[in-house]
């Protein structure tokens, strides 16, 4: 019998039927529109787009735009590239207009269904960003949707790491621009540490489209983006202390595996006492539980985390002498991404390389802040209904489910849950023969590097080809991914999310066609593509005689999402397809979430060697395991964004401040204002209100004033004069000091002070924000412990960081007004040189900027080049520059090169 729910669901549509049915009017009108766009003649596209764009910036509404404009965009797309858009994409593009995340399936051409808000969001004139999750992805859409854009009459930009400055602004200008999260949160802290207005990139926050919009919003905001400087050099202290951890014995720590925590218990701490002693690093008398200490335990700490919870080929691999870490959500590797607080120089030390100096936070942002300046958010994905909650309570999008334009025809197995890793292994194996035998193509999913290197080493042994993704073989990729889907292909993948390239059964025709035509460049074209196309049709057929793409995973991830992407490769459109995943009580997710249970239930059943269970009631625990892995993940961004939310507020002062003075032609007024709220301060100080005269601190207040100010008022004589009070003071401060000021700035000329006042101010605010951030930082690390004290560590941080905010205005007030009252009036040549040298000061600081670590991304300037460099090897190249000479020695610029966009 149905209940309730169930009967009201299957009379009236879940609350989700009901919104999509929604759109369904909007659809009818562009589809009437369609036969009088296909008449149009390409310029009268174009046309229409200048049409549509003169009444948007007229002030009409958008979506009173949205049919014309969606009919439009269409046919451009059908002409630029031989597509036309289903209804439900047409669906999905107006739920991104509304500003909402569409959930679509894999394989349901998520990418040119951004096109049509992308197209009505940019006729304002204000600029649209498309947002994916590599520069690859970024180069390949911008290049592929770029012509739809081109047909429309807009223009297309795409911004990557290390692109030359003057290439950045264009890209920014133009109508719609492709670029990662990564590059556009560092654009924007970059932006607000430049020295003018000319010099930034980024015109402002009108809408951006995120796609793999879960992997962006979710997975990758646990980890705020910084911009960092390196400070002093300490690689000896971490060598030494690397040394006594593998002296240390199990009972002198405890690990905290779901927490990714290490600490020593007090055993250990008298153990590491005494040995610290004897290698001279604590002095005699001092304890690991003084203040002083605090720098050695941070130390120690990251050494014990080092060892115990970080490992090759899992968490970071070593390649040419140099720690890369993998990410853990897409298996690739980050180069030039460096753990903070010290944790990544001791990985370091653990494996022997190079020490890299550690990093002062120069600006930081995290990406629920930085995505919150867009006036309308939107977001793309084929998973995201398991996070809707935290989407709209962070980031107030819906979550609209866009049903697929086929029906879904792909079997999903219920998991396998063997005893042992090996019982699971040897049944995979197992399982891909007998698919591979049949020629059915399998898609294996595994969790680490170190975990598709053993499975591949047993294929092996088995006699069974495959192809392993992995961050070691990324430049490879998008082949492996094309491949995936031939007959009897076996594709061993740490993760699919975000791969770009579509595992087509029978192999990616369009892939094969462009290589063919790259190895026969003066062929037929023509010829070459219906060949591959007919050969491409009766592979097809067989893949799916086959039973389509069999998506096999070797483990549960933490979050169903990463599951879902996994599954979703496979009946892509309404192909066949099978899901399964093989599980052991080994596993890292039913180890750390309660495996005893199952293990007693399995040893009751008497299970034998070999054999699994499978059925319903073990899916529902393990996504309920899942569900409680997410929530508490979520609870860390919550919490992330909660202390980040206190910073922001002063970011946003600070970042507008800096505008204000970079786009102001005169700041006397400004530093005017500065001078006279010192005067107040000190008055207020020296001289407390309802205080009597004899109680003034006269001589102390002279120095301050002459330290400050520059002057050498008569204080003493005012001070002593009938009548006189604290106001009256002030005002006589203010005056002298406002007419010394005066002065100087005749003598310098009002051209050359005004430079003067705008590089003093812009050089004392970024010293002092960086400053106030390392300040924020540890006071972050300490509020922590308030907590044992029954106070809410947030209240604290939020009430002592606005009082370190507010005395570090002050603080920026009385530099400013001390430098500008030092600056002696000088000879012509000698002011020429004074603009000089604050003018190098600013380059040196733009160029600190430029060779800064991105926290996050590749770095953000170009090195040395690496060591194990290899000319003809492109693995042993790093990330050379778009416009650098190619490093396989051809003399051309790498993008014309090595570095083309196929």
Sequence with gaps: MLGLGSLAKKVFGSSNDRKVKSAYPLVAQINALEAAHQAMSDADIIAKTQALRARAEGGEDLNALLPEAFANCREAARRALGLRAHDVQL?????????????????????????????????????????????????????????????????????????????????????????????????????????????????????????????????????????????????????????????????????????????????GNDFLEARLLETGLLPEGQSLYDPESTTIVHHLTNALRAHKLFFKDQQYIVRSGEVVLVDEFTGRMMPGRRLSDGLHQAIEAKEGCAIQPENVTLASVTFQNYFRLYDKLAGMTGTAATEAEEFMAIYGLGVVEIPTNVPVARQDDDDAVYRTAREKYEAIVETIREAHAKGQPVLVGTTSIEKSEMLGKMLEKAGLPHNILNARQHEQEAQIVADAGKLGAVTIATNMAGRGTDIKLGGNVEFRIMQAIAADPTGDHAAIRTQIEAEHKGDEEKVKAAGGLYVLATERHESRRIDNQLRGRSGRQGDPGRSSFFLSLEDDLMRIFGSEKLDKMLSTLGMKEGEAIVHPWVNKSLERAQAKVEGRNFDIRKQLLKFDDVMNDQRKVIFDQRREVMGADDIAEVTADMRHQVIEDLVDTYMPPKSYADQWEVDDMLTAVRETLGIDPPLADWASEDGVDQEVIRERLEETADQYMAAKAAQFGPEQMRSIEKQVLLQTIDAKWRDHLLTLEHLRSVVGFRGYAQRDPLNEYKTEGFQLFESMLDGLRTDVTGKLARIQPLSAEQQEQLIRQLQAQQAAAQRQLETATTSGVADAAAGPALEGFVESDPTTWGNPGRNDPCPCGSGKKFKHCHGRLS
């Design 91 to 267: 669906v999905g593009g107006i739920f991104l207009h509304q500003g909402n995340i569409a959930e679509m399936k894999t394989g349901e051409g998520k990418t040119l269904v951004a096109t049509f808000p992308a197209y009505l969001n940019a006729l304002s004139g204000k600029g649209v960003h498309i947002v994916t999750v590599n520069d690859y992805l970024a180069k390949r859409d911008a290049e592929w949707m770029g012509k739809v854009y081109a047909a429309l009459g807009l223009t297309t930009g795409v911004v990557y790491p290390r692109q030359p400055d003057d290439e950045k602004r264009t890209a920014y200008a133009a109508d719609i621009t492709y670029a990662t999260n990564n590059e556009l949160g560092f654009d924007y802290l970059r932006d607000n540490m430049r020295a003018s207005l000319a010099d930034m990139a980024q015109r402002g926050h009108n809408f951006a489209i995120v796609d793999e919009v879960d992997s962006i919003l979710i997975d990758e905001a646990r980890t705020p983006l910084i911009i960092s400087g390196p400070t002093q050099d300490r690689s000896e202290l971490y060598v030494t202390i690397d040394k006594i951890i593998p002296e240390v014995q199990d009972d002198h720590f405890t690990i905290d595996e779901k927490a990714r925590s290490a600490t020593f218990s007090d055993e």
